[in-house]
């Protein structure tokens, strides 16, 4: 018998990409899944659209928000409702390849200590994003070496503090209980994945190149919505070293934290502006203790 996924898909004003993304779900070549989708009172007619699906496939559920409350929390009220013990997403803007949940338990039944499973992409929309993203997961690739095989991700404590190389919560599927048992008050909302991807650092991650996931890139999206404010980024940093390290010493988290600060405000006031940008994302991207 087939084991129940929870797939979780949050939605705000995505109607016109809402129908490919639930039929990416629908044409899925393994079948024992729910569908959550979380609404975040969106204002153009996606609840007409989700409702038409639910009439054709008890298996689609809705979570309607009666007002806007944003990322972090819709996941957290999709993940109380969710009932397996593993959760899959799709952001409402992308699209599973027909074998992606078959192939993704394929792999955990073969490696029964995954925690978390995420897999490569195949990118689409907008033609700039595109060469750029390719240009970073390049980078990714040959700075850290990795990435290039199936396998467990062994270093992935050090590298998740440096750079989010899970590139979309679409890609993902995890055991519950671990998401569960975050914290989810992340200062930048538009980056709460690597805010959650810094708590596991200590789990279990599996990659595989399989592209099991098309990734819809598009000015419009929920990440291109996020600021630059330097301050946002510093406390991101320190907040995301505190989960990291809740059993060290708190005077010692105090002083790197005082230390990530001073560098943050040195980056900011000093450097002349058209450096500032490069000098914050060595700060906040790159580990620099």
């Given at each position: 018998?087939?084991e129940?996924?929870?797939?979780?898909?949050t939605?705000?004003?995505?109607?016109?990409?809402?129908?490919?993304?639930?039929?990416?779900i629908?044409?899925q070549?393994?079948?024992?899944?729910?569908?959550l989708?979380?609404?975040?009172?969106?204002?153009?007619n996606?609840?007409?659209?989700i409702k038409?699906?639910?009439?054709?496939?008890?298996?689609i559920?809705?979570?309607e928000?009666?007002?806007?409350?944003?990322?972090a929390?819709?996941?957290?009220?999709?993940?109380?409702h969710?009932?397996?013990?593993?959760l899959?997403?799709?952001?409402?803007?992308?699209i599973?390849?027909?074998?992606?949940?078959?192939e993704?338990?394929?792999?955990?039944?073969?490696?029964?200590?995954i925690?978390?499973?995420?897999?490569?992409?195949?990118l689409?929309?907008?033609?700039?994003?595109i060469?750029n993203?390719?240009k970073?997961?390049?980078?990714?690739?040959?700075?850290?070496?990795?990435?290039?095989?199936d396998?467990?991700?062994?270093?992935?404590?050090?590298?998740?503090?440096?750079?989010?190389i899970?590139?979309?919560?679409?890609?993902?599927?995890?055991?519950?209980?671990l998401?569960?048992?975050?914290?989810?008050?992340?200062p930048?909302p538009?980056?709460?994945?690597?805010y959650?991807?810094?708590?596991?650092?200590?789990?279990?991650?599996?990659?595989?190149?399989?592209?099991?996931?098309?990734w819809?890139?598009?000015?419009?999206?929920?990440?291109?919505?996020?600021?630059d404010i330097?301050?946002?980024?510093v406390e991101f940093?320190?907040?995301?070293?505190?989960?990291?390290?809740?059993?060290?010493?708190f005077?010692?988290?105090?002083?790197t934290?005082?230390?990530?600060?001073?560098?943050?405000?040195?980056a900011?006031?000093?450097?002349?502006?058209k450096?500032?940008?490069?000098?914050?994302?060595?700060?906040?991207?790159?580990?620099?203790?």
């Open positions: 018998m087939q129940l996924i929870s797939i979780i898909m939605s705000y004003n995505y109607a016109r990409f809402l129908p490919e993304a639930i039929e990416s629908l044409n070549t393994y079948t024992n899944w729910e569908l989708i979380i609404d975040d009172a969106s204002k153009d996606s609840i007409e659209i038409k699906y639910q009439q054709k496939d008890s298996r559920k809705l979570i928000n009666k007002r806007n409350l944003g990322l929390k819709s996941l957290q009220i999709a993940i109380r969710s009932q397996s013990k593993w899959a997403f799709l952001e409402s803007d992308d599973l390849e027909k074998n992606s949940l078959e993704r338990i394929k792999l955990i039944n073969q490696n029964p200590t925690d978390l499973i995420f897999s490569d992409v195949s689409f929309g907008e033609e700039k994003n060469q993203l390719n970073h997961f390049k980078f990714i690739k040959e700075k850290y070496n990795i990435l290039q095989k396998g467990f991700i062994n270093n992935f404590e050090q590298i998740i503090n440096d750079v989010n899970i590139p979309t919560f679409s890609v993902v599927m995890t055991k519950k209980e998401l569960e048992n975050c914290d989810y008050k992340t930048i538009q980056i709460i994945d690597l959650l991807w810094n708590q596991l650092h200590d789990k279990n991650i599996y990659y595989t190149t399989q592209k099991l996931t098309k819809r890139l598009h000015s419009s999206s929920y990440i291109n919505s996020s600021t330097w301050l946002k980024k940093k320190i907040k995301t070293y505190f989960l990291r390290n809740k059993n060290e010493n005077i010692k988290k105090l002083i934290s005082l230390i990530i600060l001073r560098k943050g405000i040195i900011f006031t000093i450097k002349p502006n450096f500032k940008i490069f000098f914050l994302y060595k700060l906040i991207y790159e580990k620099d203790l």
